[in-house]
């Protein structure tokens, strides 16, 4: 099937680029802006459309819906299509061969100083250019005036180079009547992921996030932003975490309209290992995280991240990670990595100190001398939050283990164990 191009020249192509680039996605995924128009691929829109008139009727109607005007040439080579369409003469569907052959040559990459000598020896068009035998030309300006030559034969090698840097698609609709309820707002979004993702699909991307924002009666805005750990364009999985999403924090009015973007991302390989472990789908996981998270609370359930503080419980739960099941822990020796686990609530506990030093310890669970100790640890990293008024100890118990020794105002406790 032989390849047809299509050319859009524009009078003012920074202020129309936008509106350009939309009317060409219409047409081909194959693009690339100009600084005067834009250039894409319509090999086999034959089939579908018609012959290259028609497909210019149909680029035209698009362009007037748009209110922009604008130069339009089909042709079998990109500089073809590009030269013919920034020709100032009237829109021939047919004979584009003859409207080839009567371009003027300034249009054409040629040196001043040849075309002041061309035009002094009467040749100021292509048709003219081609009576003079092609390997005079070349032997008089040099090896590289055979890639001019083999655009006004309209053989030239230049190739259509896409340029667009997107790395997001939209979906957007205006309801016919505000609604509120959630069957209903499930029903039409489950209608704009079936076109969201198959845009996706076709660019060659995957997608790890989607933003959605609706439009409310109150004139106000709700959003959301929905985060897998994994690119997928499973349409169920997206829907069912949408309907996790917004039904635990759903909008406060009704809804008139609504916008859907999608993010690109590289697809996940369908393959991970000849020898992988087996585990559960990473779709599965997803949602039953985000279950609990509607259980629960949101701010409740995460992975855990420590914080470098001195504080009471030093660490944090991320909602947005998930444990990737690669994490790997540089090991240098059987002493530089130690896990603490806290008591909850902590033991009550009786301490025998004398001259300011830790005896012994006795709780409901264990009793015994205590070996060493470090400490008292008074610091807190959050000193301007509220007075520090718990001494720490770390303690090394006869018998026992590694525990964290605390004293309140009055009362001794073990808040946890070093494993």
């Known amino acids: ?69 604008g130069q339009i040439r089909i042709a079998d080579t990109p500089d073809t299509a590009i030269l013919l369409a920034r020709s100032d003469s009237s829109h021939l569907f047919n004979d584009t061969f003859e409207e080839f052959q009567n371009l003027p040559l300034q249009d054409f990459p040629i040196e001043k100083d040849t075309l002041d000598i061309f035009h002094d020896l009467g040749i100021r068009k292509v048709h003219e250019l081609r009576q003079i035998p092609a390997n005079e030309l070349i032997g008089r300006y ?21 340029n667009l840097k997107e790395n997001s698609v939209g979906w957007s609709y205006d309801l016919d009547f505000p609604i509120d309820d959630f069957e209903q707002l499930i029903f039409v979004i489950n209608r704009g992921l079936d076109q969201l993702l198959y845009q996706v699909k076709n660019r060659g991307f995957s997608t790890e996030q989607l933003d959605i924002s609706f439009k409310l009666r109150t004139k106000t805005e709700r959003s959301y932003e929905i985060k897998a750990s994994f690119p997928t364009i499973e349409k169920k999985f997206w829907l069912k975490l949408v309907n996790l999403r917004i039904s635990l924090d759903p909008p406060e009015a009704e809804i008139v309209s609504i916008n859907m973007m999608s993010w690109f991302t590289r697809p996940r390989p369908d393959q991970r290992g000849l020898y992988a472990v087996s585990r559960p789908a990473s779709e599965d996981l997803q949602l039953t995280v985000n279950k609990l998270k509607n259980m629960v609370g949101e701010e409740n359930v995460g992975v855990p991240v420590l914080l470098d503080q001195r504080l009471p419980k030093a660490f944090n739960l991320d909602p947005e990670r998930f444990p990737q099941g690669r994490e790997k822990i540089e090991i240098r020796s059987e002493a530089s990595i130690v896990a603490f686990t806290y008591f909850n609530p902590p033991i009550p506990a009786e301490v025998f100190v004398r001259d300011k030093r830790l005896l012994s310890i006795k709780t409901p669970h264990f009793s015994g001398s205590v070996r060493q ?20 100890w770390d303690i090394e118990v006869e018998n026992g283990g590694v525990y964290r020794l605390c004293k309140g105002r009055r009362s001794w406790s073990v808040i946890g164990e070093y494993d």
């Open 373 to 392: 100790y470090s400490g008292v640890w008074k610091a807190s990293s959050k000193w301007w939050d509220k007075p520090w008024r718990i001494q720490e």
């Open 1 to 69: 099937m032989s390849k047809l191009y299509a050319c859009i020249i524009s009078e003012d192509a920074k202020r129309d680029k936008a509106v350009l680039v939309s009317v060409a996605k219409q047409f081909s995924y194959s693009i690339e802006t100009l600084e005067d128009g834009v250039l894409f691929d319509v090999s086999g829109l034959e089939n579908l459309i018609g012959d290259p008139g028609q497909l210019i009727k149909n680029i035209l109607a698009q362009l007037k819906a748009n209110d922009i005007s």
């Open 142 to 162: 040099g090896q590289q005036f055979k890639n001019v030559i083999d655009v006004i034969e309209q053989k030239g090698n230049r190739r259509l180079q896409p």
